[in-house]
């Protein structure tokens, strides 16, 4: 069975500021792990994927997230954040077993001015 | 190009009625999903089409849930009997490849009175 938890429900930074956000996963075999920004009354946007190969992954608008087998995570950062990255993000975590995505409960991302 | 796209975008409808909610995946992806997402929630995965067979329907909560893909393209999800708790956004996902990210529709919004 595969679970994912996101650490923190809210989190609110100033905008140019440094933003991490926390994915801890579950997996039994070798996992697949995304990150989503989710807009108001948008559907999902992949922001970024890990299957297999660099545990440093790049993704759109200048997010990153790095594999930790060790640690089972997959933290999502970004050095800088700007005010049109207030949304939702929710990690998720899928295999080549089980097609489908098992995601977290999302991360409301809020950048002040 | 076109992406996913869901109709309606919002649905009402009173206890007890029959709703049918409709997908149309980007064209040429084998590989369909749905997705129930509640307030406050990460989506919860419901039914897997690979081309027209229901690859994996485990994510179901009871048979008042059905869905087809008869022709391998456009997919509608059934229910019949709503109830109050069956208010949720509706999410449909396609991908290329079984392996492959998915790519998220808007949504349905299905509202049970």
């Known amino acids: 069975a595969q679970s994912v938890t996101q650490l923190g429900s809210h989190v609110s930074v100033s905008e140019g500021a440094l933003v991490l956000l926390r994915c801890n996963y579950s997996s039994s075999v070798p996992p697949y792990l995304f990150w989503y920004v989710q807009y108001p009354n948008q559907g999902l946007q992949l922001l970024l994927k890990?299957?297999?190969?660099?545990?440093l992954v790049k993704g759109i608008n200048g997010f990153e997230a790095e594999f930790n087998k060790s640690q089972t995570s997959f933290h999502l950062r970004k050095p800088s954040v700007h005010i049109s990255d207030t949304a939702e993000y929710f990690c998720?975590?899928?295999?080549?077993?089980?097609?489908?995505?098992?995601f977290g409960s999302g991360t409301r991302l809020q950048v002040q001015p | 190009g076109a992406g996913v796209s869901q109709t309606p975008s919002n649905k009402v409808t009173e206890k007890g009625k029959y709703v049918e909610l409709r997908c149309d995946p980007i064209?040429?992806?084998?590989?369909l999903y749905w997705y129930r997402q509640s307030l406050g929630q990460g989506p919860e995965f419901l039914i897997y089409?690979?081309?027209?067979?229901?690859?994996?329907d485990s994510g179901l909560p009871n048979d008042r849930f059905f869905a087809v893909r008869p022709e391998g393209s456009v997919s509608t999800l059934k229910i019949q009997r709503t109830e109050r708790g069956d208010s949720a956004v509706y999410l449909c996902?396609?991908?290329?490849?079984?392996?492959?990210?998915?790519?998220f529709g808007d949504g349905t919004r299905l509202s049970i009175l």
């Open positions: 089409f690979q081309g027209t067979g229901a690859a994996d």
């Open positions: 064209s040429g992806h084998t590989a």
């Open positions: 996902a396609s991908s290329l490849q079984r392996d492959q990210p998915q790519h």
């Open positions: 998720a975590v899928g295999d080549t077993v089980r097609r489908a995505l098992t």
């Open positions: 890990y299957t297999t190969g660099a545990t």
